[in-house]
C-alpha cells in the first residue's frame, strides 16, 4: 500500500536550517508530481511546495520563495524539503503529499519549531 514517512523535523533557532525527507513506498515515485504541506494548531494544511514528476519545476508558496527548496531522488524513493533561514512563522508539522487517482495521501508528519 502507498506509505510516506517523513522525517527530520525538530527544533532549530531562527535562522538555522532544517532538511526534510520524505521516503516512500507502495507506488512508483517517479510517476507522480510530490508535495509537502503544513499545518499548525487551527489552521488548514497550507501547501508549501510541489515538484513535478520528474523534478523539471517546481512551485512554492509565496511564504517559502527564496529559502526552502524541494527536490527528489527518484532511484531512492525520496522527496526532499530544504529549509533555511527559518523563522518562528514556519513553526508547524510538515505533511509530505501524493495525489493518486484523485485520492490524496499523507505521511503522519514530522514537527518543526523554531524559536530560541
Known amino acids: 500500500q502507498v506509505q510516506l514517512v517523513e522525517s527530520g523535523g525538530g527544533k532549530v533557532q531562527p535562522g538555522g536550517s532544517l532538511r526534510l525527507s520524505c521516503t516512500v513506498s507502495g507506488f512508483s515515485l517517479g510517476s507522480y508530481d510530490m508535495s509537502w504541506y503544513r499545518q499548525t494548531p487551527g489552521k488548514g494544511r497550507e501547501l508549501v511546495a510541489n515538484?513535478?514528476?520528474?523534478?523539471?519545476?517546481?512551485v512554492y508558496a509565496d511564504s517559502v520563495k527564496g529559502r526552502f527548496t524541494i527536490s527528489r531522488d527518484n532511484s531512492e524513493n525520496m522527496v526532499f524539503l530544504q529549509m533555511n533561514s527559518l523563522g518562528p512563522m514556519d513553526t508547524a508539522v510538515y505533511y509530505c503529499?501524493?495525489?493518486?487517482?484523485?485520492?490524496?495521501?499523507w505521511g503522519k508528519g514530522t514537527p518543526v519549531t523554531v524559536s530560541v
Open positions: 503529499n501524493v495525489n493518486i487517482g484523485g485520492l490524496d495521501y
Open positions: 515538484i513535478r514528476n520528474d523534478g523539471s519545476n517546481s
